[in-house]
């Protein structure tokens, strides 16, 4: 494979990301229950997907999908990292809505030219973050 290859390619959106985890139960009360994520697939001991705005997050027992004989295999531990996008005006409503759900906000930063995110975990400690829209965009971070 020629690993010099460039393709064009017209990409939107990251579609879906994965985390795995270690009770699907738990990250439904965490996702669902307390983020209010829809759920749109589930299959006990293996996974549970959910709409996360025009995304999808797809969670995983990283032992039972390691182990898959349909799809490729894939798998993963650590504490991983992925960000939730908010318009500006809903920054700051998001923030008192986690809060609220008891969720300990364990950061928040300055992003300069008006950009804020927030940083808290899931039951697996995975990093979550919410950032105001647009944050990408404006090309000095």
Not at 18 to 45: M, R, S, W
Request: with cysteine; glycine share 10%.
């Amino acid at each position: 494979m020629n690993h010099l290859f460039k393709a064009a390619m017209d990409i939107l959106k990251i579609k879906e990301t994965c985390l795995y985890v270690t009770d699907l139960e738990q990250t439904k009360a965490f996702y669902n229950g307390l983020l209010k994520f829809d759920v749109i697939g589930e299959l006990p001991g293996r996974h549970v997907f959910f709409r996360a705005g025009s995304s999808v997050l797809l969670c995983f027992i990283a032992e039972t999908s390691a182990k898959s004989k349909k799809l490729p295999p894939h798998f993963g531990s650590g504490q991983l990292h992925l960000a939730f996008e908010v318009s500006k005006q809903n920054y700051s409503a998001t923030k008192t809505t986690i809060a609220g759900a008891g969720i300990p906000i364990e950061q928040e930063y300055d992003w300069g030219s008006g950009y804020l995110s927030f940083y808290f975990r899931d039951p697996d400690q995975h990093l979550l973050e919410v950032v105001m829209e647009g944050m990408w965009e404006k090309g000095d971070g």
